[in-house]
């Protein structure tokens, strides 16, 4: 009797150690179930941490290669404005030229007039033609030279330009950059945008892109009998005020040292000069 509760009490002890047994099965059950879905989860994160460094690692690449060729950019624009000054400078030593022709024109005439024997007319008209011919031949010249000079800024102009416009979708890129790497944690984007430069949208290149001019328009004066000139000579000047297509100008005309203004348009190709005078209207 006392065998068959000793096997009892046993048999009890063993299923309760089953049981035990069984709760700790499925408790490390569990326990392995979360333990696989956290190494899952973690897994998960390190493949986004990883392709994320890869994101940033070749953005940082492409920050700097677009550097490089923004440095490269400023350079020519530097040197395109460099090209402007020294065009500018022969352009205004043409015009004091045409100047002092002018006024040595003036001064042979009046010594014309001044002669009153006709021998010595005729001897002064002589040399005063072969003079006139001669100042007329080197003015000449120098509107030859001038024309070339405008042809050749005018492709520098709008190389300048668009050199201009990529430098700033170059920095507007690398601003998007620093922004994406700054929501990273990967850089301090107040700080590298203050030290950041930006030679660009410098006052330099604005005037020099802004405030462009070239002669759009010449008119050889009539000679009268004697062959001197007694016409004027016409410049126009355009004046670019903004960046997109079509270019919006407003146009200025001289006329016997007059400025006239031009209606604003659009300019898509050339068009002749319109004059709105305070007087009448003229048409060059």
Known sequence: MREIEALGAELKRSRDELDQSHVDTKRLHSELCESEAGREEAERKAAQAADKLVRLTEIANHMEETTKENDGLIN??????????????????????????????????????????????????????????????????????KGQTDLDIAPLKAKLSCLVAKCQERNSLLVQMMKAMHRQGCVDFSTQTAEAPDEVRSVEVIQTVGQSSLMIGWERPPLDELGCSNGTFVYGYRVFVGWGLPQICHELCVHQGTFYHVEKQELHHFKQIHVETDIKQRNF
């Open 76 to 145: 020519q624009v530097k040197e395109l404005q460099s090209k402007l000054t020294g065009l500018a400078r022969e352009k205004t030593f043409a015009l004091s030229l045409k100047a002092q022709i002018e006024e040595q024109y003036n001064i042979l005439t009046a010594q014309l007039k001044a002669k009153g024997s006709k021998d010595d007319l005729s001897a002064v008209l002589i040399s005063l033609r072969t003079r006139y011919n001669d100042i007329r031949a080197k003015y000449d010249a120098l509107l030859k030279k």
